[in-house]
Structures are given as structure tokens and as C-alpha cells.
């Protein structure tokens, strides 16, 4: 494997080697006492050292995340009504997505279907985090006040994702509502806390093509081909759920919300969606979604400025869709049965995760680690996606830049300020 291969083609590579190499040895000598110890000893113990480097910094990850995402928010306050449009649009189109996905995965159910034995072989191996099961899980309203922390280290200790959450939203209002001078250190110190997350998960991703591999191989060795048919079910839902989100739910949006014909808004903004499927960046795509905005959809300087560039960060509907989906999924795979309410708390998390990642490459990967662990799901479960996840973010980044968009236009509307350009020939 080069090292100036891309780095998710050289784990597309792992996945395809490891899978490859993986059923060969499944089929030819499955069960054979050397077999189990090169999984024993070597693949299964490397995959998941390389899956704990990334467990290992999800907690800083999700803290500094989050706090900073609300801070962020601050500037709501001051833009007033346009904020609160903004806010407001970016909670019910998130909710909207992660509801649609989770709607595909309980009707299609690409997670099931694995025979009984393997089922049960998989969760043999399975770690699992300290999740509540729904046993002892608190219901109604107990279930609300489980989620203020009453101290929030005991909760991190705990790996009570959803009361860290919780904890850190409230400081992110925190610092939002504080006088900016005086807590301009401690958003520098998260800033740099963040920074240094983001590297570490860099480096451990460089273990990635061979993690990925490992993992892989463990996995089809044991189990054999079988898994493959579940993981392709996998991708097929996320992208359905994605294209029904894009051309239906964005063009109903633009249409009655924005007063735009929404072949137009498509058409005018090409150029946005190809740079998004093509960097999976949101912040890369985001200085030519600001002009095309501007300039091909009419929708004034400051309105796009505001609602594009909190967007990039907050309003993240493929995200969120992709971690509703992903979570429930991997409760399909591993025969975990997800309540009513644990559906929510996914759809809860998977908001405030799309509020959360930042808008590079892979950024909502570590995200979904919590959201797993809370709902009881075996977190390894992400090593799984790994190998297929540059796909999904390529066509998700491209809903995330688009419901931007959409919601630019939308608040532009509400305040009478949209006025769509001629375009003679039509710009890109
Ligand atoms: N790549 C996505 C974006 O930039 C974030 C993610 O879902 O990983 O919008």
C-alpha cells in the first residue's frame, strides 16, 4: 500500500484485503485451530487496539465539541429574529432527517437476517460500554432527569454520554451568554483541546487501512461471507435515505417554504453539491456555497453569510441521518432491541451530533461511538463502517452544504429579502 494513496482509498483497500483474505480463510480451513489463534493473536487484539485509540479521545472529543458548537450559537442573540429562524429550522430539519432515516432502517431492516449462530457468535466477541439496558433504564420523566448530570465527572467516569451531553451544552450556553472578553481564554483553551483531539484521532486513523483490514478479516474468518449481504443493505439505506432527504424533503422546502421552483435551486447550485461530494468537506465547500448563494439564488450577503456559515458547522441533516441510521443498524446486527425511547435518545444524539462535527472528512465518525455506547449497542460496531463510511460522507457532506442552502433561502423569504437573479446563461 503506497503511502500517497488518499487515506480512505488505502482503507477501502484494507476492507477489500482483509475481507478477501478473511472468507478465503473462512472457507478453506473455518474453525481450524490455527486459525482462531492468528485471529486470537494478532487480527482481532490490533483491530481493536487501533478501534481504542479513537474510544480513547471520544470523551475530550464530545466536550470541546459541543461546548464549542453552542458557543458558537452566541451569535444567534445578536442577528435576533434571523437566529431564531436559523436555530429553529436547522432542529426541525435535522429532526426531520434522523426521524426519515430511522423510519428506512425499522421498515427495510438491513441489519437483520444474520442466522442465529453467528448472531450469536458476534456478540460473544462484542465489547460493550457501560450501557443501560432496558431493564434498568428509566422511563417518562425519570428518564429527563437522568439526563441533567448531578455531578458530571461521575458521569463521565460512568460513560454517561448523554448526561456529558447534556453538561456540555449547558456550558456552551454558558459561554454564549457570558461577556466575550471574559471567557475568550477558556474557548481558546477548548479550541486548542479540540485541535489536539482532532490530531490524535489523525494519527490513529493512519492505523486505519490495517485496523480496518484486521477487523475485517476477524470478522469473516469467524463468520464467513455472510455479513457482506447486511453491510451493502447498509449503504443502500444510508443513500436512500439521503436521496429522499435531498430531492424530496429540500425540494418540498424550497418549494412551499422558499417560493422557489426547485429544479432551479438544483440546477443553480451544481457546483456546490459536486465540490461537496468531492472534498466530503462542508468548511472546504463553504466559501463557494456563500457565492453561489449570493449570487445564483439572490439571497442577500448577510442572511447568507450568518446562515451558510453556523450551518456549516450546526446544520448538518446527512450527519444526523447517517448516525440515526448507522446506530440502528448496528442494533439490527448485533440483535440489539432499541425501545421506543431509546430510538429517541438516538434521534436526540444524532441532533446534537450534527451540531457537534465539524465539516471535514470522516468528522461525525468518533460521534457515533457515544450514541452506541449510550443505547447499549457494541461500539466496536464503527470498525465495521469504516471501510465503507468515504462513500457515505462524499453523499452526506452534499446534504449537509445543500440543507444549508435551503435554509438560506428559506430565512431569506421570511424576510422578504429574496430576490432569485436572472441568470442568462445560467451561472454555476
Ligand atoms: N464530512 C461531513 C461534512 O463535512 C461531516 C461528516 O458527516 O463526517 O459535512
Not at 458547522?313 to 440483535?335: D, I
Not at 468528522?363 to 450514541?371: A, N, R, T
Request: glycine fraction near 10%; charged fraction near 10%.
Amino acid at each position: 500500500m503506497s503511502g500517497r494513496w488518499p487515506l480512505h482509498w488505502r482503507i477501502l483497500f484494507g476492507l477489500v484485503v482483509g475481507t478477501a483474505a478473511g472468507i478465503t480463510a473462512n472457507v478453506a480451513a473455518g474453525g481450524a485451530p490455527w486459525l482462531s489463534s492468528i485471529i486470537d493473536h494478532a487480527t482481532e487484539p490490533f483491530g481493536r487496539l487501533f478501534l481504542r485509540l479513537i474510544f480513547m479521545v471520544v470523551l475530550p472529543l464530545v466536550f470541546s465539541a459541543l461546548v464549542l458548537g453552542v458557543a458558537g450559537l452566541g451569535d444567534i442573540g445578536r442577528l435576533g429574529r434571523i437566529g431564531a429562524k436559523t436555530f429553529a429550522y436547522t432542529i426541525l430539519a435535522s429532526g426531520l432527517s434522523v426521524a426519515l432515516g430511522l423510519t428506512l432502517v425499522n421498515g427495510l431492516r438491513p441489519g437483520a437476517g444474520l442466522p442465529a449462530e453467528t448472531r450469536a457468535a458476534l456478540t460473544g466477541y462484542a465489547i460493550r460500554g457501560p450501557a443501560v439496558t432496558s431493564a434498568d433504564a428509566p422511563v417518562g420523566l425519570q428518564a429527563v432527569v437522568a439526563i441533567v448530570p448531578e455531578n458530571p465527572v461521575r458521569a463521565a467516569v460512568n460513560g454517561d454520554m448523554l448526561a456529558v451531553m447534556f453538561f456540555s451544552l449547558m456550558l456552551g450556553l454558558g459561554l454564549a451568554l457570558a461577556p466575550r472578553e471574559t471567557v475568550a481564554p477558556l474557548i481558546a483553551v477548548l479550541e486548542a483541546l479540540y485541535a489536539v483531539v482532532m490530531q490524535v484521532i489523525d494519527l490513529a486513523m493512519r492505523l486505519a487501512p490495517y485496523g480496518v483490514a484486521c477487523l475485517l478479516f476477524t470478522l469473516t474468518a469467524r463468520l464467513g461471507a455472510g455479513i457482506l449481504r447486511q453491510l451493502a443493505s447498509y449503504v443502500a439505506v444510508v443513500l436512500l435515505g439521503l436521496a429522499i432527504h435531498q430531492f424530496g424533503t429540500y425540494a418540498l422546502v424550497v418549494r412551499f417554504l422558499g417560493g422557489m421552483s426547485p429544479r432551479l435551486f438544483f440546477r443553480r447550485i451544481r457546483a456546490v453539491m459536486i465540490t461537496a461530494f468531492s472534498t466530503s468537506s462542508s468548511n472546504v465547500t463553504l466559501p463557494l456555497a456563500l457565492t453561489v448563494t449570493e449570487r445564483n439564488l439572490g439571497v442577500p450577503r448577510e442572511i447568507a453569510n450568518f446562515v451558510l456559515t453556523l450551518g456549516s458547522t450546526a446544520n448538518q441533516n446527512g450527519t444526523a441521518l447517517f448516525e440515526g441510521v448507522t446506530v440502528l443498524f448496528l442494533a439490527q446486527f448485533y440483535g440489539v432491541d432499541l425501545s421506543l425511547q431509546s430510538q429517541l435518545v438516538v434521534v436526540l444524539m444524532s441532533i446534537l451530533a450534527g451540531v457537534g462535527t465539524a465539516g471535514v472528512p470522516g468528522g461525525s465518525l468518533p460521534l457515533i461511538v457515544p450514541v452506541l455506547v449510550t443505547v447499549g449497542v457494541p461500539a466496536e460496531g464503527i470498525g465495521i463502517i469504516f471501510g465503507v463510511d468515504r462513500l457515505l460522507d462524499m453523499c452526506r457532506t452534499v446534504l449537509n452544504v445543500s440543507g444549508d442552502i435551503a435554509a438560506a433561502v428559506v430565512v431569506a423569504r421570511s424576510e422578504g429579502a429574496l430576490t432569485v437573479p436572472l441568470l442568462v446563461p445560467e451561472a454555476e
